[in-house]
C-alpha cells in the first residue's frame, strides 16, 4: 500500500476510538482514584487509539524519507507536527468552552466530528483514485499490492545507533504523554480558580511556531556546514534537555503565570525532538524508515501507557505533583544520555560493502 494510501485508512479508527473513549487531550478526572481499574481502563481505552491510528507517522516517515532530501527533512517534518500541535489547541480550546456549556460528550463528538471532515477532504481532493482502488482491494481481498520489500533486520538492530534512537524515541513519547494527560488535572488541582481555555491553548499556541522553527534551525545549521548528527543531537537537548528543566520548574512554583509559562516552554522545546530524533531514524534507514519508525513508535506509546499509569500511582501515593515532573526529567534524560553517546547518522540499511563512512 502507498504511504498516500496509508495516511488515509489511519485517520479513520483514531475516530471511532474517539467518539467511543474519548481522546488524551480532553479534561482529564480527579487523580485521586487513580490507581484504581477504572483508571487503568481509562488509560488503556485512550492509548488504544494511538495504537490503532499508529500507522500514521511510520507512513509519514517513509513518504519524507523517499521525496524530501536530507537537508529539507527537519523543517518539512516540523511543518508537518505543527499540525498536530494546532490539533491540539483547537481540541482544547474548544473543547474546555464545549466541557463548561454541553457536557463532556460534546468534546468528543466535536473531536470525532472533525476527524470525519478531514477524512473526507483528503478522499476529495487529496488521495488519487488509483491509491484508493488498491487500498480498498487489499482490505477486502487480503490481497499484497506490491511485493514487500526486504528489510534487514538483523543488520539494523546490531547497530548501537538504531537503539539509541528507539531510546530517544521512547523517552521523548513517554514524557510528552505524561505532560498531556496530567497537565490539565495538575492546573484544576494546583489553581483551581484558572480558567480551562488558557491552561488548555497557551502551551500549544505556542507549540505550532515552534515546531516548524526547529526544523527550519536544523536544516539552516546543516547547510551552513555542520555536521548532520552535531544538528540533531542538538535539537535533542534542546527537545529532552531543556525541555525538562522547565517542567521541573513546573513542580516548584505556586504561581499560576509562572506555570503557564513553564509549561509552554516544555511543550514548546518538545517539538524539537521532530528535528532531532524523528528525522534521524530517516538519516538512519531511508530505505525502510516506516519499518523503523514504526518499532520506535510502538516502543514510545508502550512506554507512555506505562509511565501515565505510573504517573497517576505515584500522586496517590505521595501526594505531592512534584513526582510527575521529576519523573518526566528522569525519562527524557534518560534518553537524551542514550542519544548522545550512542547516536550517528550514517545509514546503517546498505550493504557493508556501500555503508557510509
Known amino acids: 500500500m502507498s504511504p498516500k494510501a496509508q495516511l488515509f485508512w489511519s485517520l479513520q479508527p483514531s475516530e471511532v476510538m474517539e467518539r467511543r473513549h474519548g481522546h488524551p487531550l480532553d479534561s482529564q478526572p480527579e487523580p485521586k482514584r ?3 481499574p477504572h483508571w487503568l481502563s481509562l488509560g488503556t481505552q485512550q492509548h488504544h487509539s494511538l495504537f490503532i491510528s499508529g500507522v500514521y507517522f511510520p507512513a509519514l516517515a517513509s513518504l519524507l524519507s523517499q521525496r524530501v532530501p536530507e537537508r529539507e527533512r527537519a523543517f518539512t517534518y516540523g511543518t508537518v507536527g505543527a499540525g498536530s500541535q494546532f490539533g491540539t489547541l483547537v481540541t482544547g480550546g474548544i473543547g474546555s468552552v464545549l466541557l463548561d456549556w454541553c457536557g463532556w460528550q460534546s468534546v468528543f463528538y466535536f473531536s470525532g466530528g472533525l476527524t470525519l471532515l478531514w477524512v473526507y477532504y483528503v478522499y476529495r481532493y487529496l488521495l488519487n483514485e488509483k491509491d484508493l482502488d488498491l487500498a480498498l482491494d487489499v482490505l477486502t481481498q487480503d490481497l499484497p499490492m506490491v511485493r514487500p520489500s526486504r528489510v534487514p533486520w538483523r543488520q539494523l538492530f546490531r547497530k548501537p545507533s538504531v537503539w539509541a534512537a528507539i531510546c530517544s524515541q521512547l523517552s521523548s513519547a513517554c514524557s510528552f504523554f505524561i505532560l498531556l494527560s496530567w497537565l490539565p488535572t495538575f492546573f484544576k ?9 488558557v491552561f488548555n491553548v497557551v502551551p500549544w499556541l505556542l507549540a505550532i511556531p515552534a515546531s516548524p522553527f526547529s ?3 536544523s536544516d539552516r545549521l546543516i547547510s551552513q556546514g555542520y555536521r548532520v548528527i552535531t544538528v540533531r543531537k542538538f535539537m535533542q537537548v534542546m527537545g529532552l534537555g531543556l525541555s525538562s528543566i522547565f517542567a521541573l520548574c513546573l513542580g516548584h ?3 499560576f503565570l509562572k506555570a503557564v509559562v513553564f509549561a509552554s516552554a516544555s511543550i ?3 517539538t ?3 528535528s532531532g530524533i524523528s528525522v534521524n531514524i530517516q538519516d538512519l534507514a531511508p530505505s525502510c524508515a516506516g519499518f523503523l519508525f514504526g518499532v520506535a513508535n510502538t516502543a514510545g506509546a508502550l512506554a507512555g501507557v506505562i509511565g501515565v499509569y505510573l504517573s497517576g500511582y505515584l500522586i496517590e501515593a505521595t501526594g505531592s505533583w512534584t513526582c510527575i515532573f521529576d519523573l518526566v526529567a528522569i525519562i527524557s534524560n534518560l534518553g537524551l544520555g542514550t542519544f548522545l553517546v ?3 547518522a550514517q545509514r546503517v540499511d546498505l550493504t557493508p560493502d556501500h555503508e557510509d563512512l
Open 342 to 344: 550512542f547516536g550517528k
Open 268 to 270: 514548546g522545546l518538545q
Open 272 to 274: 524539537f525532538n521532530q
Open 215 to 217: 526544523g527550519f534551525l
Open 253 to 255: 512554583t505556586t504561581s
Open 34 to 36: 487513580c490507581p484504581g
Open 189 to 197: 488541582e494546583t489553581f483551581p480558580h484558572s480558567k480551562g481555555w
